[in-house]
């Protein structure tokens, strides 16, 4: 009679044991998977790049560049954002900024142009969407901004827009940090006078204007001067002010574009320098 020795049936036993755990465990994994939501059989590589793709777009848009300062953003040293609301921008702070004024525009944003001393004159626009949560910072404060590079290149050859494509906008955050230190401080002795005189009056409407200031008192020219010019439309609903700082001659100029649908008629002009007001007026035409 033929025997099985016992040794085969341990072995049998032992490769049926490691079967039944490799099965137990096979099915345990398809289980897992049919509960993440991946399929039994499919790669992990195109989810992978799903989760990569997703974190540099998120990164894309909460990248921060730390404290800048003027002269960065306008020699381009950040990518502009894709649009005004900010969307893929690069989040900056700039700080020591005098601001010269505010100002709402006809979109509801409010126009804040600062000076750090070097740069006369540059726009950050705090939008609708921030405007409850950060109020209006003061014409004369120093302030520390934070928020989005933006290149608008619609008002880069305009010198109430620094003759810069570049912004802040929108500003995301904002507080006074005291005094400035780089605060321009003007000697004006008595007799200030002021002339203002135009590229073209009359000037068709749709037309760059530009007019110049130039200042002087007792002793001469006045240098170094910031210049308010706010120009008031025919319309009577349309106005826009520009600043401008007076150079060694006493004198500066600001530009801009009047609108092709501009109402024809007469301009008026107030310049603001060390808190004296002169008016002046030119004509448009259609």
């Known amino acids: 009679m033929n025997r099985t020795h016992p040794t085969a049936h341990r072995g049998i036993s032992r490769a049926f044991a ?7 465990v096979l099915a345990g994994l398809a289980f897992a998977l049919v509960r993440s939501g991946v399929s039994p059989g499919l790669s992990f590589t195109s989810q992978t790049s799903v989760t990569q793709a997703n974190t540099s777009t998120l990164t894309t848009q909460t990248r921060m560049a730390g404290t800048a300062t003027l002269n960065d953003l306008i020699a381009g040293k950040f990518p502009t954002a894709l649009d005004k609301a900010g969307t893929g921008g690069v989040t900056v702070t700039v700080t020591n900024l005098q601001v010269i004024y ?19 004159v540059f726009i950050t626009e705090i939008t609708p969407s921030y405007q409850a949560k950060l109020g209006q910072p003061q014409s004369g404060s120093t302030i520390e901004e934070t928020g989005i590079a933006y290149c608008d290149t619609v008002h880069e050859s305009e010198s109430w827009h620094g003759n810069t494509c570049w912004e802040i ?8 940090v005291g005094t400035s230190t780089m605060m321009v401080t003007t000697k004006v002795n008595g007799g200030l006078q002021a ?3 135009y590229a073209q009056d009359p000037i068709p409407r749709g037309s760059a204007q530009a007019i110049t200031i130039k200042a002087q008192d007792s002793d001469g020219a006045v240098v170094g001067a910031v210049v308010s010019v706010e120009v008031d439309y025919a319309s ?4 826009h002010t520009f600043s401008c700082m007076t150079s060694s001659s006493g004198s500066c100029s600001i530009t801009w574009t009047i609108g092709s649908t501009s109402t ?19 004509t448009v035409t259609a």
């Open 169 to 176: 906008h929108p500003v995301t955050s904002w507080h006074v």
């Open 18 to 24: 490691v079967t039944v755990i490799v099965i137990i």
């Open 236 to 239: 009577g609903s349309t106005s």
């Open 195 to 197: 002339s203002i005189s």
């Open 102 to 120: 505010v100002r709402t525009e006809s979109d509801g944003d409010w126009h804040v142009a600062v000076t750090d001393g070097v740069i006369l």
């Open 264 to 282: 024809p008629g007469t301009f008026q002009v107030i310049v603001d320098i060390a808190g004296v007001e002169f008016l002046s007026n030119f």
